[in-house]
């Protein structure tokens, strides 16, 4: 088994060439992986489907309940987030996969895989070490749509 990686030298893309020299079955993969500084990233609004994803903690409770404030600067210990991932689309999509990472150090509440009905929205639920991933049959055309609110707990 041939492995290898390349340290990107210039903004220009890359051209991968596969020859085969001898007879007989072979097989192979090439997995190209972009890495990029999350403060160079910019939302790109030309798509049919935008995401937004926003972290609220629950440090205040009031007679009526929790009191979600959005997350502004370091957590503590056990601090309590809600993940409100937004999505908006202007056509009916099907077979959506939406993967959500998690930061490190932080743990989800709900660790059992299933299907929920949300907002309007059904969407099978599996969680998984990294990340909570959703797979959405169908996404109806909508303006808003607050598909998850996923508790997790800072370690």
Request: proline share 5%; aromatic share 10%; charged share 25%.
């Amino acid at each position: 088994m041939n492995r290898n990686s390349f340290a990107a030298k210039s903004s220009r893309p890359w051209v991968i060439t596969v020859k085969k020299v001898d007879e007989g079955v072979s097989w192979g993969s090439v997995h190209w992986q972009y890495l990029e500084d999350m403060m160079k990233v910019l939302p790109f609004e030309g798509t049919p489907l935008q995401l937004k994803k926003t972290l609220f903690t629950t440090k205040e409770s009031t007679k009526k309940g929790q009191v979600l404030k959005p997350v502004k600067g370091a957590l503590a210990v056990g601090d309590e987030l809600v993940v409100r991932v937004e999505l908006r689309t202007d056509r009916d999509m099907e077979y959506v996969h939406l993967k959500d990472q998690r930061g490190c150090g932080v743990e989800p509440v709900n660790v059992l895989s299933r299907t929920k009905f949300q907002d309007g929205l059904m969407y099978y639920e599996s969680t998984r070490d990294t990340a909570s991933h959703f797979f959405i049959h169908y996404l109806p055309t909508c303006m808003l749509r607050n598909i998850i609110a996923i508790p997790e707990v800072s370690s």
